[in-house]
T-cell receptor
Framework: ETGVTQSPTHLIKTRGQQVTLRCSSQSGHNTVSWYQQALGQGPQFIFQYYREEENGRGNFPPRFSGLQFPNYSSELNVNALELDDSALYLCASSSGTSERKNIQYFGAGTRLSVL | AQSVTQPDIHITVSEGASLELRCNYS??????LFWYVQSPGQGLQLLLK??????LVQGIKGFEAEFKRSQSSFNLRKPSVHWSDAAEYFCAVGARGNKLVFGAGTILRVKS
């Protein structure tokens, strides 16, 4: 059984550019959630994908978008990068969308630096 | 709205000493509570979870946590800390739609 994998591990971009981060979910999981963890803070929920559809979104602007593929892997896209987008982006996979007895398993994250 | 408060930003304990990390939550329904640990430059590893039943839950690495509904707390404890426990610890509540709401974290330093 493979865990959650994210790529790339590190990324450096400049303001205004666009970035795509990738996540492969754990075997048997059909739900992927994305979180942003700014330096010195706890992770903040960006959005969740279930069966290729967005299923809930946190307080993030539309320039944060995502995709989920038939194999349940997922992408996070950020357009028009701003300095404040510099953070660790974490992907978590789980089975289903109910909070009842559901556990999210996290990848190691992608560290994005915006210059 | 759901929220989690971890009152201690930093805690320093001596190796071999006991540890308690505090967590208070705000959630209207029955909470599902989690503790995760994050080593520098790493993702989050699940230490333990509370869904229902026994209010004292055991986790990995010798950690345990106690759910106290009357105090809206879910404090993490370990009887004897090891140097390898130095990391950042996050308490989280499972909110509607299976999203997690995290506290700001507590950085644990272990002195020898």
């Amino acid at each position: 059984e493979t865990g959650v994998t994210q790529s790339p591990t590190h990324l450096i971009k400049t303001r205004g550019q666009q970035v795509t981060l990738r996540c492969s979910s754990q075997s048997g999981h059909n739900t992927v959630s994305w979180y942003q963890q700014a330096l010195g803070q706890g992770p903040q929920f960006i959005f969740q994908y279930y069966r290729e559809e967005e299923n809930g979104r946190g307080n993030f602007p539309p320039r944060f978008s995502g995709l989920q593929f038939p194999n349940y892997s997922s992408e996070l896209n950020v357009n028009a990068l701003e300095l404040d987008d510099s953070a660790l982006y974490l992907c978590a996979s789980s089975s289903g969308t109910s909070e009842r007895k559901n556990i999210q398993y996290f990848g190691a994250g992608t560290r994005l630096s915006v210059l | 709205a759901q929220s989690v408060t971890q009152p201690d930003i930093h805690i320093t304990v001596s190796e071999g000493a006991s540890l308690e990390l505090r967590c208070n939550y705000s959630y209207g329904a029955t909470p599902y509570l989690f503790w995760y640990v994050q080593s520098p430059g790493q993702g989050l590893q699940l230490l333990l979870k509370y869904f229902s039943g026994d209010t004292l839950v055991q986790g990995i690495k010798g950690f345990e946590a106690e759910f106290k509904r009357s105090q809206s707390s879910f404090n993490l404890r370990k009887p004897s800390v090891h140097w390898s426990d130095a990391a950042e610890y996050f308490c989280a509540v499972g909110a509607r739609g299976n999203k997690l709401v995290f506290g700001a974290g507590t950085i644990l330093r272990v002195k020898s």
